[in-house]
């Protein structure tokens, strides 16, 4: 168990529609992070938030956003959803912003129809 | 930003001694190698970091050679448990890229 949380671990919806992903961080953890994991497909940097605020922007999608909440939990949108938008989606935290040591949750399994 | 080349895969006897090598040739001078191991339907998980030399911990050795354009994660003695994915990671300021790794399979 890493410590991070995420929830849904599996949401099945259709084309079209949007879902809010939910990550709570470590406790500690000032940054986190969200990876998509296609089938096949290696971990792509979506984007980082630390503290609240958003500190790096990978390959995201202008159809998802993300926000990190005062709370250090932080949720990723993805809106329009398209079928290859199906994924797993992957939370990971951190002490600060520039180590590379990660913790990541057990992944949000998403499905569009 | 540094990219990391890996083989895509290996395949090793159980109790052997694995080396996966991984090259990162515009590592930059605050970037730190990190390894990762990941199991189907599994979040990464944290198996060793250095910057230069070696470093070892109870499960991994991480050689990182002078130039530090490659460095070779070592899995001592594997079992079949040992089998899934490794990724090398170089970090970049505030972003993390995984590449596309390396599929070990051990075999009895």
């Given amino acids: ?34 990876y998509q994991q296609s089938l096949d497909q290696g971990l792509q940097f979506l984007i980082q938030y630390y503290n609240g605020e958003e500190r790096a922007k990978g390959n995201i999608l202008e159809r998802f956003s993300a926000q990190q909440f005062p709370d250090l939990h932080s949720e ?6 398209e079928l290859g938008d199906s994924a797993l989606y992957f939370c990971a935290s951190s002490v600060a912003q520039n180590t590379g040591e990660l913790f990541f949750g057990e ?7 | ?72 994660l070592s899995l001592p003695r594997v079992s079949l448990s040992d089998t899934a994915v ?4 170089v970090g970049d300021v505030n972003q993390f890229y995984f590449g596309t790794g390396t599929s070990l399979t051990v075999i009895p």
């Fill in chain 1, 1 to 34: 168990d890493s410590g991070v949380t995420q929830t849904p671990k599996h949401l099945i919806t259709a084309t079209g529609q949007r879902v809010t992903l939910r990550c709570s961080p470590r406790s500690g953890d000032l940054s986190v992070y969200w």
């Fill in chain 1, 76 to 81: 990723l949108n993805l809106s329009s959803l």
């Fill in chain 1, 107 to 113: 992944g949000s399994r998403l499905t569009v129809l």
């Fill in chain 2, 1 to 72: 930003l540094a990219k990391t080349t890996q083989p895509i895969s290996m395949d090793s006897y159980e109790g052997q001694e694995v080396n996966i090598t991984c090259s990162h040739n515009n590592i930059a001078t605050n970037d730190y190698i990190t390894w990762y191991q990941q199991f189907p339907s599994q979040g990464p998980r944290f198996i060793i970091q250095g910057y230069k030399t070696k470093v070892t911990n109870e499960v991994a050795s991480l050689f990182i050679p002078a130039d530090r354009k490659s460095s070779t």
């Fill in chain 2, 86 to 89: 490794y990724y090398c990671l």
